[in-house]
């Protein structure tokens, strides 16, 4: 049994349209696809993510599974989803990691990397 059969990909995009630059706020939306490389099907149970912003300001947010729902994923398939993140500044970081768990009913932690927010321009 593999420990961690999971690959994650992040994509990011900054959504100006809902952002406040003015007043602080930057908007960003992110996109995951989580792909079960194992052998037998996980549910994804609860999230956890560190988002960090310029300023090292840290949010630690937590909650059960992602999106309002608690997707079980089959060998050899993916689960995508679509969230977002609120920042005081126009760059920041989040981290975290998902509480998978297995048809035995054993559970791991299946780590996020860390991925950058930033707005387009900001870093080269």
Do not use: C
């Amino acid at each position: 049994m593999t420990a961690n059969p999971i690959d994650i990909t992040v994509r990011t995009q900054y959504l100006a349209e809902q952002s406040r630059p003015g007043n602080d706020q930057y908007a960003f939306a992110y996109h995951i696809t989580i792909r079960n490389r194992g052998a037998e099907a996980l549910t994804l149970v609860s999230r956890h993510w560190l988002i960090t912003d310029a300023a090292e300001k840290i949010q630690e947010v937590r909650g059960e599974g992602v999106v309002g729902v608690q997707p079980t994923i089959d060998p050899g398939t993916s689960y995508s989803y679509t969230s977002g993140v609120m920042l005081d500044t126009p760059v920041g970081t989040m981290e975290g990691s998902y509480h998978m768990l297995r048809g035995d009913g054993s559970v791991f932690e299946a780590p996020i990397p860390v991925f950058l927010l930033a707005v387009p321009g900001t870093i080269n």
